[in-house]
């Protein structure tokens, strides 16, 4: 009955939501903070006032919703905690939106990388790119991190230069290492790139560094960044992704939505974005309030002898001498906080711990205390 592709999918597996017991959650990156209260009262109104609404399909492109983003990253360049202005503006005609960033990237993984050429990925960064690359049957050639976790940038782009190449993509900030390349870096690494292929860059934790890559968007006709309100605005549970490019890759991108689901946000979803959009000041103190919470663990860890690495995001990646990465996190469960601990090789001896609350991050500490 079942088709042979079924067989061959490894989907991923998303950080536990276990039902036994309440325990504090650091272990999907999710924002400790709710959405600002000028989202959830338009949430309220748009239901009371416009029933009618919820029996009709929503805009299919979320053209208002776009012009809200374009605003938004207008206004912040991309990064709430350091806010620059951009070198251009950015036009709503460069943004497409989905249903969540991991729907945006299927949709830019069947847009862009084809099954016949390699597509060009770290070993270590988000784990749904290996699980789009079998679901649309995409040739993935991975490159080991350097040993500082960084990236090895000459190996990816002498790999993305050969002609059984397609693309390359990765994290920036990358997870789960929390590193991230400068913008400097990265406009290397674009100059010497293929100006032929797609370079994609997946902003999900930028908001929380120093800067972002779309200051490049004007000078590389072939880049491609991908974003989320998963993290930064508060609005995981609400599923909205977008991407970034030139007007004529979005066109390319709104046909493969076309082809598979013409309405993937719906009419809430619009809505309640667009008022976050609005509020973007709320935002930048949630996001400094995260980064300097973080700031605050990483001087504990430091003074408590873990090793980490100096993170650009919402989550530490940290590890103890003499422990294991599972001991670590079974002891840290035992005691009601959850963070998340992978057995990929390499970095099954870490944890990376989700920045939380002030509060959840004091109980956190207490416990990390008591691990010898
Ligand atoms: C969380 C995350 C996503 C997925 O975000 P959604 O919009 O919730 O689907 C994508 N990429 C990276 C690197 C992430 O960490």
Request: hydrophobic residues 40%; glycine residues 4%.
């Amino acid at each position: 009955m079942l088709s042979k592709r079924i067989s061959n999918l490894n989907p991923y597996v998303p950080g536990e939501q276990p039902k036994d017991r309440i325990y504090i959650k650091l272990n999907a990156n999710e924002n400790p903070y709710p959405p600002s209260q000028n989202a959830i009262a338009a949430i309220k109104k748009f239901v009371d006032a416009n029933p009618m609404k919820l029996a009709l399909y929503p805009d299919p492109d979320s053209f208002e919703l776009r012009k809200a983003i374009a605003s938004h990253l207008n206004k912040t360049g991309g990064c709430m905690n350091s806010c620059s202005k951009l070198p251009f503006e950015i036009t709503p005609e460069m943004i497409f939106c989905g249903n969540g960033s991991d729907e945006v990237l299927s949709f830019v993984f069947y847009t862009f990388f084809d099954s016949d050429k390699q597509l060009i990925a770290p070993t270590h960064t988000y784990s749904f790119y290996p699980v789009y690359c079998g679901y649309y049957q995409i040739p993935l050639t991975t490159v080991d991190l350097k040993d500082d976790f960084t990236l090895d940038t000459d190996k990816m782009l002498s790999l993305a230069k050969e002609n059984s190449s397609s693309a390359m993509i990765f994290a920036n900030p990358n997870a789960p290492t929390s590193l991230a390349l400068t913008v400097d870096q990265v406009r290397s690494l674009l100059k010497q790139y293929p100006k032929d292929k797609v370079f994609v860059i997946d902003e999900a934790y930028t908001d929380f560094s120093d800067e972002s890559c779309l200051a490049l968007l004007n000078e590389f006709n072939n880049l491609v960044i991908v974003r989320t309100f998963s993290k930064s605005m508060c609005f995981a549970g609400q599923r909205l992704g977008y991407c970034l490019a030139s007007p004529e890759l979005i066109s390319s991108i709104v046909r493969a939505k076309n082809s598979f689901n013409h309405f993937p946000v719906d009419a809430i979803t619009q809505v309640a974005a667009m008022n976050s959009c609005l509020d973007t000041d709320y935002y930048i103190d949630q996001t400094k309030k995260v980064v300097a919470t973080r700031n605050r663990f990483c001087n504990f860890l430091k003074e408590n002898g873990w090793f980490f690495y100096q993170s650009k995001t919402n989550f530490v990646l940290a590890k103890k001498e003499g422990l294991s990465g599972e001991e670590i996190y079974q002891f840290i469960k035992k005691e009601g906080v959850l963070v998340r601990h992978f057995s990929t090789p390499l970095i099954s001896e870490y944890v990376r711990i989700t920045i939380g609350t002030d509060e959840q991050m004091d109980e956190l500490m207490r416990i990390m205390k008591m691990i010898h």
